[in-house]
């Protein structure tokens, strides 16, 4: 089983719909992102957090809302999708106690918003 | 504002032949470079650099990482078709482990 899991895989939804991304993990770090990636964009940070209480806005937060529900489990809501959002989305975790920043990857999920 | 840009965006080489990867960083307080593979959904991890000057190696695949000149390279030598990926550059830059992207490189590795 992979140790960061992204739910749905792929999801098609029409503009000004409510949609959710959800990411689990098992690997028990507790820093967990929202990545999205468009081509030629590499990937941009949505939000992030360090904790269960901790939220923190990325790069390009406006227009997305996220909960750390447990340290396993951090979703991101689309409040209204719009097509712009159509895009690569990415969970992914770290961990600061052995000082590095690497980050571990879910599968991505594929939304388009049409 | 952290940036990180790769070059050249796209690379299209013969099996066999040697290529060379390019990031350069414009970060606040630098902790990590990091280099990952993506093939076709999630990138894996291939090297992380904090100091200058060391070279890390994982069989064909080699990165080194100046400090000074605020860049690093990622060499691949007698590239095969399984080499073929889109290869991102990432910068940590503050205390809080989170990571800026470039664009990507995207390799094609023809037989």
């Known amino acids: 089983d992979a140790d960061v899991t992204q739910t749905p895989r792929n999801r098609i939804t029409k503009t000004g719909k409510r949609i959710m991304l959800e990411c689990s993990q098992t690997?028990?770090?507790?820093?967990m992102y929202w990545y999205r990636q468009d081509p030629g964009l590499g990937l941009r940070l949505i939000y992030y957090s360090f904790d269960v209480k901790d939220i923190n806005k990325g790069e390009i937060s406006d227009g997305y809302s996220v909960s750390r529900q447990a340290q396993a489990k951090f979703s991101l809501s689309l409040e209204s999708a719009i097509p712009n959002q159509t895009a690569l989305y990415f969970c992914?975790?770290?961990?600061?106690?052995?000082?590095?920043?690497?980050?571990?990857f879910g599968q991505g999920t594929r939304l388009t918003v049409v | 504002e952290d940036k990180v840009v790769q070059s050249p965006l796209s690379l299209v080489v013969h099996e066999g032949d040697t290529v060379t990867l390019n990031c350069s960083y414009e970060?606040?307080?630098?902790?990590?470079l990091l280099w990952y593979k993506q093939e076709k959904k999630a990138p894996t991890f291939l090297f992380m650099l904090t100091s200058s000057g060391i070279e890390k190696k994982s069989g064909r695949l080699s990165s080194i990482l100046d400090k000074k000149e605020l860049f690093s390279i990622l060499n691949i030598t007698a590239t095969q078709t399984g080499d073929s990926a889109v290869y991102l550059c990432?910068?940590?830059?503050?205390?809080?482990?989170?990571?800026?992207f470039g664009q990507g490189t995207i390799l094609t590795v023809h037989p």
């Open positions: 992914a975790t770290s961990t600061a106690r052995s000082g590095n920043t690497e980050a571990f």
């Open positions: 690997k028990g770090h507790d820093r």
């Open positions: 990432a910068v940590g830059g503050t205390s809080y482990g989170k990571l800026t």
């Open positions: 970060v606040t307080n630098f902790r990590s």
